[in-house]
């Protein structure tokens, strides 16, 4: 699936995965279509990762997360990532409410944050 997932057309050309996508395999597959890999690095028995292997582990995760929290905001509190609606438009127009839903939910919590702070 992942060459399904890559776009030529992309304005960068960064690819960030967890380590499941790790392996020779994908790193042939990404420098041929001109990608720069942000995949996590994996360790295995016997031989762990270094600790500079470790902490760009966590960078890297620190980055991910916060797109990992839009899908998991959508999943546990907007009722999930499965779409029942039929035809392409009712599609776009029910996702779009859903994301200007999330950036409004967003914002109210991020300026509620600065409140308190300030």
């Known amino acids: ?37 942000l995949i996590h690095e994996k360790g295995a028995r016997n031989h762990p990762l270094s600790d500079a292997a470790r902490e760009l582990n966590r960078v890297k995760s620190s980055i991910r997360a916060c797109v990992e929290h839009v899908f998991g905001c959508m999943t546990i509190s907007m009722g999930g990532k499965l779409t029942r609606k039929i035809g392409l438009e009712r599609n776009e127009a029910w996702w779009g409410l859903k994301n200007l839903t999330f950036n409004f939910l967003r914002y109210l919590q991020r300026s509620s944050h600065i409140a308190v702070v300030a």
């Open 1 to 37: 699936m992942l060459p399904r997932l890559l776009d030529p057309e992309n304005e960068h050309d960064y690819v960030w995965a967890d380590s499941a996508y790790s392996g020779e395999c994908f790193e042939n597959l990404l420098s041929l279509g001109g990608f720069e890999s």
